[in-house]
């Protein structure tokens, strides 16, 4: 648990300013995984876990950016041309956090004009222009991944906002590399400390796109947009019904005699981002023979079983595999947010199971340790159901489970998955939480 008012006082003996702070939550999926970026429907709830941004505006033109997790300090010039610059070279997963796939800088970054960021070879600009650091302050590098969501939400928000320079310290509980979406309110909370430091309007929509972009642009995941919108939107005790072709949204209470369960494996999802960006490629393929046949099929989305049937000579199994988890899974969150409209949390937990099953056969992105933890939350009396979480290979198992059994079930899934791997999970029970916003200094947490 952060506490703010420490990350204050913290902020000014560093600083010498007060800050305002910001927080923007993670997030667990219900159902409806890998169906973001088919243009189709997810289930999150806002956890209860947060980043947080305790920010004050600068007299210059530069972001000092501050992470307490990483002991770090990085040096962004809004001047100075923020372009992503990357190119497709994983990082050693040594070095990775959540995403491990972010590339690497371009080498061309001797090449400068008058302390101006120069065009590198190939015309675009140099990503960040790296000044020589006084003190403490160092430049983003792809050994520091969290630099880049910092600086590509910056940079992308200040396409179209004035922002202003500022300081920033970060701080957050939500577990990197989990699943729970750290990267996401990562970008969040700092876009929304930006956009407020700077007196800008702050559109949450418009927020939640930049997001997503910083994420594309300057992480390498082409990412859907379900993480930034629930990290932007996220309401207590509600799980969000989100289309996300049409971005409207529905929100569903969670009744009050369960409880969400998050069930953190501890691996971490390392090579996920290049798993990720095969998985939306194979669905793209699915989708460029279906639409040949049938010209209204424009994402996944639009495609039935019986569609895909009709192509599948057509398609390798790998692709009709991925298609058909996809087409499934969307299915799977209609019906789950009918049975919540009726309180009935068997059935959905049933349609969780499903999902899990269809994630770890046809879409291939489980791995043992989640397929372990789902097992024994599916062993336990008041377990509803239980699903991998997030882009999964890693991370986090979420299951839904009797109010009155969640402190058992807790213990025994801890217990039982040690034993079975010798590792020591983190599981919790969580609340649905509040989306971005700031937070008045002074407020207890
Ligand atoms: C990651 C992405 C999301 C979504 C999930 C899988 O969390 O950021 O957009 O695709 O994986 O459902």
């Known amino acids: 648990m ?6 204050a006082r913290e902020f000014v003996a560093a600083v010498g300013r007060s800050p305002r702070l910001y927080r923007a939550p993670g997030r667990v999926n219900l159902i409806g995984e890998h169906t973001d970026y088919n243009d189709g429907f997810v289930m999150p709830i806002a956890l209860d876990r947060d980043t947080w941004v305790a920010a004050a505006p600068r007299a210059d033109r530069r972001l000092v950016v501050r992470s307490r997790e990483f002991g770090d300090t990085v040096n962004i010039d809004l001047e100075g041309g923020l372009s992503p610059d990357v190119v497709a070279q994983p990082f ?30 190939d015309g675009r600009p140099e990503g960040l222009r790296c000044e020589r650091p006084p003190t403490d302050v160092t430049c983003a590098s792809p050994a520091r991944p969290w630099t880049r969501y ?40 700092c876009g929304f400390a930006l956009l407020d430091v700077a007196g800008a309007s702050i559109d949450l929509d418009h927020l939640a796109r930049a997001a997503q972009r910083a994420e594309h642009d300057f992480a390498g ?17 509600a799980a969000l019904w989100l289309d996300t072709r049409s971005l409207e949204r529905r929100w569903l209470p969670l009744p009050p005699r369960v409880r969400v369960v998050v069930c953190n494996t501890m691996v971490r999802h390392e090579l996920a981002s290049g798993e990720y960006n ?13 639409a040949h046949q049938r010209p209204n099929v424009r994402a996944l989305r639009d495609a039935t079983l019986a569609d895909l049937d009709a ?23 209609g019906l789950a947010a009918e049975a919540l409209d009726h309180g009935d949390v068997h059935r959905v937990g049933a349609l969780m199971n499903e999902s899990h099953d ?60 040690r034993s079975a791997t010798g590792t020591t999970p983190e599981v919790w029970p969580t609340g649905a939480g509040a989306g971005v916003g700031a937070w008045p200094v002074g407020a207890s947490a």
């Open 150 to 189: 910092v600086q590509g939400i910056a940079a992308t928000l200040g396409k179209t906002r004035r922002l202003i320079g500022a300081d920033l310290m970060i701080a957050s509980d939500v577990p990197i590399g989990a699943g729970l979406s750290s990267s996401a309110a990562l970008e969040v909370a």
């Open 221 to 237: 995941t082409r990412c859907g947009i379900m993480d930034q919108t629930i990290a932007c939107h996220g309401r207590a005790d």
């Open 358 to 417: 269809s994630l770890r056969r046809d879409y291939e992105v489980s791995c043992t340790e989640l397929d372990t933890m789902v097992a024994i939350a599916r062993s336990l009396a008041g377990v509803h159901g239980a699903r991998m979480t997030g882009g999964g290979f890693g991370g986090c198992v979420v299951a839904l489970v009797e109010r009155a059994a969640a402190a058992t079930v807790v213990r025994e899934i801890a217990r039982k998955f």
């Open 278 to 290: 095969a998985r939306r490629a194979d669905c793209e393929a699915g989708v460029a023979v279906l």
């Open 2 to 7: 952060i506490d703010p008012e420490a990350l």
């Open 311 to 333: 192509v599948s000579d057509q398609l390798s199994a790998r692709v009709s595999r991925r298609c058909r988890h996809v087409i499934t899974e969307n299915a799977r969150v």
């Open 92 to 121: 050693p997963p040594s070095l990775a956090s959540d995403r491990s796939e972010l590339r690497r800088d371009s080498p061309k970054r001797e090449q400068r004009e008058g302390g101006r960021a120069a065009p590198a070879a």
